[in-house]
Structure formats: structure tokens, C-alpha cells
């Protein structure tokens, strides 16, 4: 009898302390969509639990499991989200491209680890255009670093 009361005790404080008046729950989780070569349709492919960490020094974006290149090939670009807050969107390169891009890229390296760079290749392209590109979304990655650092997947080295 006194277990079936410490059981039910036990399961009422958590349940109370694992609630909170003061949090409201809200839609900050981090999205990453992604636009299929082959449909043009937009999906979800991963949520902020599906990210190990975005490094702001290397500007690796690091995946629990990350996509292959087949799979990363499908994709045209990828959009950020938070909640139902468009961020930015990245066009997908590899080193098999041959196109200079001047706007935020996730870039796959050989090595089969991503960065969001803001251009692509790196040393090629219009500085000029690649600044004014980032400065247009600069807020919107002001949001992204918060929740990358909220969610406790933000390095600085």
C-alpha cells in the first residue's frame, strides 16, 4: 500500500514540477527545409534535435545524420526556419560545381562535412555582392545563432 502512494506521489511532483506557469510554450524550433530537384516541392528533412552543432568559426553545420551526396544532389537549396519564421535560404553546392554563387551556400565538402559559407567557391566570386547579401540577412541569422544557442547546438570554436 505505502509503494502504491510514493508510485503516485512520485508521478504527481513530476508531472507538476515538469510544468511551468511562467514558460509558454512556443514554436522556436529550428527547421530545415528542403526543395527536391525532382517535385519542386518543399519538406521538412530536420528539426533542431537533428543537429549536433553549427560552429561559428569553421561555419560547419554538423548533423546527427547527415544527408549522403546522393540524397544532397536532390536537393536545389535548403530554408531555416524558426517555427513559421522563414530565416534565409542556402543554395546547395559540392566541389562538383562549377557555378559561382554569391549568396549563402551549404556547401558539402569531400570530406562530407557542411558549412553554410556566404559564396561559393570560396575564393571566386563578387565580395562586393557577397557582403550586401549577407547583410541583407543578417537579422535573420541574428535569430538563427539564438536559437542555435538555445537549443545548446552553438560552438564558437
Known sequence: MKSTVYLALAITASLLFSCSTTDTISDTVLYLKVRSTLSGNDSTAYVSNNFVWYNATTKELKFVNPPTLQKLQSYRQVKF????????????????VSAIVNDLVLYMKTDGKFYLEDGYPLNLGDATLRAQNKDKRAAAWSKFIIQMKKDKHYAEQ
Open 81 to 96: 526556419y524558426v517555427g513559421n519564421d522563414s530565416l534565409f535560404t542556402a543554395k546547395v553546392v559540392t566541389d562538383a
